[in-house]
């Protein structure tokens, strides 16, 4: 099993939409999540963190955490098209103190007008 | 705060031949990371300096692979024989202690091995 796997995609939504982003982990020890937003060439941008279970809501992103499940979230509310981009999940991998972090292969949202 | 500064964005080099890329993290930043991403994968964890000490290497990185943190402030990656495989975009991270995963990320430079 891959350690960050996330749905193939891609995604496609109409503007005004809730677009639902989903991520599953294999390492129980994770203690940090993260959803990085990627636009075509460009380089990946933090969008939310997430470091205890439940949701966290950032204007219209919402991040969702289930350490029990081993699954984390993203919605993105009132979707928009500047919201199309590839979304990369990350996690920080238990016992170190290097910080690093493992990356899904990223789903592709377009967010049609 | 300027952000992470990577330099050259772009480069193009024949199979065979050595190429060295740059990264300034911000200043107030001892975390210094570098990832390599390929077409359709998310960045893959190549190396990460604390300050000038060089701390962890993937196994991704060959020994053709270097890197340098020369008194804890810009970086160095430096490929010798580039091969067709090498062929990504070079991405630099930088954090600073206390900010777990809060990464910057530079804009990049995109490897293309001809």
């Known amino acids: 099993q891959k350690e960050v796997e996330q749905n193939s995609g891609p995604l496609s939504v109409p503007e005004g939409a809730i677009a639902s982003l989903n991520c599953t982990y294999s390492?129980?020890?994770?203690?940090?999540f993260f959803w990085y937003r990627q636009y075509s060439g460009k380089s990946p941008e933090l969008i939310m963190s997430?470091?205890?279970?439940g949701d966290k809501e950032d204007g219209r992103f919402t991040a969702q955490l289930n350490k029990a499940s081993q699954y984390v979230s993203l919605l993105i509310r009132d979707s928009q098209p500047s919201d199309s981009a590839t979304y990369l999940c990350?996690?920080?991998?238990?016992?170190?103190?290097?910080?690093?972090?493992?990356f899904g292969k990223g789903t592709l949202l377009t967010v049609n007008p | 705060d300027t952000g992470v500064s990577q330099d050259p964005r772009h480069k193009i080099t024949k199979r065979g031949q050595n190429v060295t890329f740059r990264c300034d993290p911000i200043?107030?930043?001892?975390?210094l990371y570098w990832y390599r991403q390929t077409l359709g994968q998310g960045p893959e964890f190549l190396t990460y300096f604390q300050n000038e000490a060089q701390l962890e290497k993937s196994r991704l990185l060959s020994d053709r692979f270097s890197a340098e943190r020369p008194k804890g402030s810009f970086s160095t990656l430096e490929i010798q024989r580039t091969e067709q495989g090498d062929s990504a975009m070079y991405l630099c991270?930088?954090?600073?202690?206390?900010?777990?995963?809060?990464?910057?990320f530079g804009s990049g430079t995109r490897l293309t091995v001809v």
């Open positions: 997430i470091y205890s279970n």
């Open positions: 390492d129980r020890g994770s203690q940090s």
């Open positions: 991270a930088s954090s600073r202690n206390g900010l777990p995963g809060g990464y910057t």
């Open positions: 200043s107030e930043h001892n975390r």
């Open positions: 990350a996690l920080e991998n238990s016992g170190g103190s290097n910080y690093k972090l493992t």
